[in-house]
């Protein structure tokens, strides 16, 4: 993989920061996007803008053929079986939403059992708090263990016949976990359950399969994987899709209306009320053809080593503490001595270079942790040893800084 011309392919890395070249290692909130996908957004806007599935002029019919043919993009991408199961969304948060509100609240009664686990982002936490609080199921969560992983024995003791919905993060965005959701599938499904998975840190980085992994649900993140901001996709399988009722209501998603009652058009447009995310959908698909131009394996073997020598690089400093398994996705999440994470990312952000830092939207797993925040530096496909090298550098002057002040 030449790192140095996919660099070259994100025009936003070349520019200096507080008189520094740019280090961005913050992809786990949002990833940088390639000179194809801005262009393909620029075209349609400068070529094609005009609302889809409506007129018959030819800028109407170039702009669904685009739409569409992203949505067939992102069919291939997730090895779906039908583009009806591909439903785009704003993002991940909307998709687990869609589903927590259209499939559970209607499914689920008391006495049921909802199975997450403690490294849920808030997306994957609180709409299902909420589900369980409307219809009296009960919220249970899968332990974790010492390194932030979890055990299947662990899983087959919590997810029981009661258990309706299993939803499980594919990577964790503060660990680094990389959960074993084939398998966690099969565990759910032979309890009768339906397996949720949030996919915002793991299609990004690696090959997804729907049909392989057997779940019934997946949310992906546009703007994680080089897209634009505010695209997502929700995939469910085609059955489960039938019996889900809708969450908006309007424009597009209707088949006939009555004054007094209405019918939903068939899938997936069921599901997409209103003027649809147009651009971001085309950008979506221009994004994917970037990734698969690269081939995500060899990013996910990229991210690996990336991943593997940022630790070995990292615990050579005094006073860390990294959390998190051994084997990882791209990301270390880490205290710095007795400095707050805000401390250490403004130094950082000084020196040119971007981490997170804060709670990552996931309280419950900083309780766990037993820290009220962390620092983090993720990793993409256009990021090198040389990165991890700076941050290192970095973070030896944030210690000398602070232990010079204080």
């Given amino acids: 993989m030449d790192v140095k011309a996919i660099r070259e392919m994100f025009p936003i890395l070349n520019q200096e920061i507080n008189g520094h070249p740019l280090v961005y290692l913050d992809s786990s909130a949002t990833a940088q996007k390639p000179i194809t996908v801005i262009e393909a957004v620029n075209d349609y806007y400068r070529k094609n803008n005009a609302n889809v599935h409506r007129g018959v002029h030819t800028l109407g019919s170039r ?15 997730l090895h779906a079986k039908s583009t009806a199961e591909i439903i785009f969304t704003r993002g991940t948060t909307t998709s687990i ?22 490294m849920e982002h808030h997306s994957n936490i609180i709409p299902w ?38 939803a499980i993060t594919h990577v964790s965005n503060v660990l680094g976990t990389i959960n074993p959701v084939k398998e966690i599938a099969q565990i759910a499904h032979q309890n009768g359950a339906i397996f949720v998975v949030d996919g915002a840190q793991g299609a990004p980085h690696m090959e997804v399969d729907v049909q392989d992994l057997d779940c019934d649900f997946y949310a992906l993140s546009g703007h994680k994987m080089g897209a634009p901001t505010g695209i997502g996709v929700l995939y469910g399988k085609k059955d489960l899709l039938e019996v889900m009722e809708p969450v908006e209501f309007g424009g597009e998603m209707i088949d006939f209306v009555d004054l007094y009652d209405s019918t939903w058009k068939e899938l ?44 070995e690089k990292m615990r050579t400093i005094d006073g860390i503490e990294i959390y998190g ?23 950082l952000d000084a020196e040119g270079i971007a981490v997170r830092a804060g709670h990552h939207c996931a309280q419950p797993l900083m309780k766990w942790l037993d820290v009220t925040a962390t620092a983090r530096a993720s990793f993409y496909l256009y990021n090198t040893t040389e990165d991890i090298d700076r941050l290192v550098e970095g973070l030896l002057k944030t210690k000398e800084y602070f232990n010079h002040v204080f």
């Avoid at 053929?65 to 291939?76: F, H, I, L, S």
């Avoid at 990301?331 to 403004?346: K, R």
């Fill in 268 to 311: 997936p447009w069921k599901f997409e009320g209103g003027t649809p995310i147009i651009a971001g959908a085309i950008g979506l698909g221009a994004a994917i053809d970037f990734l698969q131009d690269v081939g995500m394996e060899n990013i996910l073997k990229h991210e690996e080593q990336l991943a593997d020598y940022a630790l």
């Fill in 97 to 118: 939403n869609m589903v927590a509100y259209g499939y559970a609240r209607h499914q689920l009664k008391k006495g049921d059992e909802i199975v997450i686990t403690p």
């Fill in 129 to 166: 708090q909420q589900a369980a609080k409307a219809t009296g199921a009960t919220l249970k969560y899968i332990p974790l263990q010492e390194d932030g992983t979890i055990t299947l024995d662990d899983v087959k003791k919590t997810v029981t016949t009661n258990t309706k919905i299993v």
């Fill in 63 to 77: 702009a669904t053929d685009q739409y569409e043919g992203a949505r067939e993009k992102v069919r291939q991408f």
């Fill in 325 to 347: 398994p051994e084997k990882r996705a791209a990301l270390v999440t880490f205290n710095l001595d007795d400095v707050h994470p805000h401390d250490v990312a403004t130094v």
